[in-house]
């Protein structure tokens, strides 16, 4: 098992690692090293992934540099590692919202985590990223995603998943590949609430969308978005329209 390292922004890079046998076309699972004076790793991989991704980071930095672990939600590809970066990293700490504190980390977390506010800044020096709430966008309650704003980069967690191995960074269509991936998993919790939760993403016009899933983008993010805002707004009223007929 190879995990790549891509810089896809000033000193952000994409750990990525191919795993062929999941879902119908193989799939990337992507994490994000923000290096900084406190760098930050966004998304720890599962437990199985960990001694690749973590001689990926050792290709950049030394590993015990890691200041702070954050992720958009609970499950195995997002933090399944924690503890591992933790052991790995003892200056590090992991960082969450209050939501995901509070409901899991505060009771398994090896270390006390650092709850984030909603829209609270972690200045890393050299880098800051700004905690936006998205509470089950794309699912679970404590669901939260970072955006760094000297890069105007913003970590999508899943949001914008597509299969394969395309290429690490793209300024191509990632909207029709992510609509065909929705459709097949059905991984995004749709709510009323769901396009406006992605509208305000959208309205940080950010320049590269780091993908948990697939390629990054690198262009105008805000159109992006806005399309897929629009894409659930459909599918809810598909849904309910359904539900009432
Ligand atoms: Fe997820
Ligand atoms: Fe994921």
């Given at each position: 098992?190879?995990?790549?390292?891509?810089?896809?922004?000033e000193?952000?890079y994409?750990?990525s690692?191919?795993?062929?046998?999941?879902?119908?076309?193989?799939?990337?699972?992507?994490?994000?090293?923000?290096?900084?004076?406190?760098?930050?790793?966004?998304?720890?991989?599962?437990?199985?992934?960990?001694?690749?991704?973590?001689?990926?980071?050792?290709?950049?930095?030394?590993?015990?540099?890691l200041?702070w672990?954050a992720?958009?939600?609970?499950?195995?590809?997002?933090?399944?590692?924690?503890?591992?970066?933790?052991?790995?990293?003892?200056a590090?700490?992991?960082?969450?919202g209050?939501?995901?504190?509070?409901?899991?980390?505060?009771?398994?977390a090896p270390?006390?985590?650092?709850?984030?506010?909603?829209?609270?800044?972690?200045?890393?020096?050299?880098?800051?990223v700004?905690?936006l709430?998205?509470?089950h966008?794309?699912?679970?309650w404590?669901?939260?995603?970072?955006?760094?704003?000297?890069?105007a980069?913003?970590?999508?967690?899943?949001?914008?998943?597509?299969?394969?191995?395309?290429?690490?960074?793209?300024e191509?269509?990632?909207i029709?590949p992510?609509?065909?991936?929705?459709?097949h998993?059905?991984?995004?919790?749709?709510?009323?609430?769901?396009?406006?939760?992605?509208?305000?993403?959208?309205?940080?016009?950010?320049?590269?969308?780091?993908?948990?899933?697939?390629?990054?983008?690198?262009?105008?993010?805000?159109?992006?978005?806005?399309?897929?805002?629009?894409?659930?707004?459909e599918r809810?009223?598909?849904?309910?329209?359904?539900?009432?007929?």
């Amino acid at each position: 098992m190879e995990t790549r390292v891509d810089e896809i922004a000033e000193r952000i890079y994409r750990l990525s690692t191919f795993l062929p046998v999941v879902g119908p076309r193989g799939f990337t699972f992507n994490q994000f090293l923000v290096d900084a004076d406190e760098p930050l790793l966004f998304h720890c991989g599962q437990r199985a992934l960990f001694p690749a991704v973590s001689a990926a980071v050792a290709r950049v930095m030394d590993v015990r540099r890691l200041r702070w672990i954050a992720f958009s939600h609970i499950e195995a590809d997002e933090c399944g590692a924690l503890d591992e970066w933790l052991a790995a990293a003892p200056a590090a700490t992991v960082t969450h919202g209050a939501i995901g504190c509070a409901i899991w980390l505060n009771d398994q977390a090896p270390r006390p985590p650092r709850a984030l506010a909603d829209g609270e800044v972690l200045d890393l020096g050299g880098r800051r990223v700004r905690r936006l709430d998205t509470p089950h966008v794309p699912h679970c309650w404590d669901a939260g995603l970072l955006h760094e704003e000297t890069t105007a980069t913003l970590f999508t967690s899943d949001l914008l998943t597509h299969v394969g191995d395309p290429p690490a960074l793209t300024e191509g269509d990632i909207i029709e590949p992510a609509i065909a991936a929705e459709r097949h998993f059905g991984y995004t919790t749709i709510s009323p609430a769901t396009g406006a939760t992605v509208r305000r993403l959208a309205a940080l016009a950010p320049r590269t969308l780091a993908v948990m899933h697939g390629s990054s983008f690198s262009g105008d993010g805000k159109a992006v978005l806005t399309r897929l805002a629009s894409f659930y707004d459909e599918r809810l009223r598909q849904g309910t329209t359904a539900a009432g007929a």
